[in-house]
């Protein structure tokens, strides 16, 4: 939930007391407000019409049934043209601007066919007891207007029942405190339900809030793991895998190339003279001539292979789907490349040299047993004068 907003509920009119704070609410209760509003008024205005037949009852065919029938009449069809044109503006359906017109426009004709009706004060007070319920049912999320209308529309209908009925005070005091009763009991059930409606919404903002805080902390957690594992799995010096996640990584890649009877071929460099270079230009220059031999082997991988740090100045490349012939290929291109890419020092311009030693898988062949094999090619480079490329396919015996 944002800090920057108030979400306190004014106690004189349930609604929040921040009006960005409401407005957020409204919109966010909007649409099924909207729709619930429009049913309630559709049903209120056919209950009003059905109370054509009570009427009918009491009062007959008379010139002044008509004019209560054609009033009733009029309400309703006024009532279900809001209900249905309504949807248009759901804004002022939930800020309770079409309901309360609808509403006071069938109290002010109740209670200008109240004295056509014929009836006692008894039933005309049942009756405003009524229209009170509808008040305070129709008029959704909005306390100070329904408390209003409803305080208008009893003041309204006392004047004329004392226009036209003279009462005996007793009768009068029961009639006021009926009216007033079903006045406190509307408003404290709107109170309850508009109050309650807003602590829901905060409710809801909570845990939304919560919820994308703990999204938050599980992505960071997620990130952060997911460092620590590139940390635990990469080289320090080089950026490419490291010696552990090389092991992990090619027994899967093996397991799966002989299952599927794919070819693979590794590739194991070494820099020539690489103890010299350290002698003579120190640790931290020595290990440029690392990143050298990296930046270019990287150029020359394909999609699907790779490239880790076997172990001091020696990278293996590992080459899926790769024939021993085309490896050897590759091996040279690369070696040749390493032999033309200088190594910038900061006083020195520095050229160096590689032995690759090239091996291709043999069916249920391990990896211990081809890293043997790509070794002991590479130390026949080595021995046969370094600066060279050196190798057996598969199908050679060890």
């Known amino acids: 939930m944002p800090a920057e907003r108030d979400y306190r509920i004014s106690r004189w009119t349930a609604e929040f007391a921040d009006s960005a704070t409401e407005a957020d609410f409204r919109k966010a209760i909007e649409a099924a407000w909207a729709r619930a509003t429009r049913i309630a008024m559709a049903v209120a ?40 044109y309504a949807k248009r503006f759901a ?18 004709a109740f209670v200008l066919i109240a004295p056509y009706r014929g009836l006692t004060p008894g039933w005309l007070g049942m009756s405003m007891m009524t229209m009170l319920l509808g008040i305070y049912v129709f008029i959704p999320n909005r306390f100070s207007l329904s408390i209003a209308l409803g305080l208008l529309g009893t003041a309204g209908f006392l004047w004329q029942v004392v226009l036209r009925y003279p009462m005996e005070w007793n009768f009068a005091m029961n009639y006021l405190l009926l009216l007033a009763v079903t006045n406190l009991l509307g408003g404290i059930t709107v109170y309850r ?18 919820n994308t805080h703990l999204q938050h902390e599980i992505g960071t957690r997620q990130a952060l793991e997911a460092r620590l594992r590139d940390i635990a799995s990469l080289d320090d010096l080089t950026g490419i895998a490291n010696r552990r996640q090389f092991f992990e990584r090619a027994e899967r890649e093996l397991a799966a190339a002989q299952r599927r009877g794919q070819k693979l071929s590794l590739l194991l460099l070494d820099i020539d003279h690489f103890r010299q270079i350290n002698d003579r230009y120190g640790h931290v220059r020595s ?13 020359y991988l394909q999609e699907g292979e790779w490239l880790a740090r076997f172990g001091g100045e020696e990278l293996v490349a590992v080459l899926p789907r790769l ?22 020092l900061a006083d020195a311009t520095l050229t160096f040299t590689i032995s690759i030693g090239v091996a291709e898988l043999r069916p249920d062949e391990s990896l211990g047993m081809l890293l043997r094999r790509a070794d002991a090619a590479l130390n026949t480079a080595k021995a046969e004068g370094r600066n060279q490329v050196n190798g057996t396919p598969a199908a050679f015996p060890a």
């Open 45 to 84: 205005a056919l209950v009003f019409f059905a109370f054509t037949l009570t009427d009918y009852l009491n009062m007959g065919t008379s010139q002044q049934y008509a004019v209560v029938f054609l009033t009733r009449l009029g309400i309703s069809l006024f009532g279900l043209a809001a209900a249905f």
């Open 193 to 210: 339900v508009n109050w309650q409606l807003r602590e829901q919404y905060i409710s809801t903002l909570t845990l939304r809030e919560a």
């Open 91 to 108: 804004v002022w359906l939930v800020n309770g601007t079409i309901p309360t017109v609808v509403v006071f426009t069938a109290l002010c």
């Open 287 to 299: 290990d440029e001539v690392l990143r050298t031999l990296v930046r270019v082997c990287q150029g």
């Open 323 to 344: 024939v021993w012939a085309e490896a050897i290929r590759r091996a040279e291109d690369l070696r040749q490349a390493v032999e033309q890419a200088p190594t910038e």
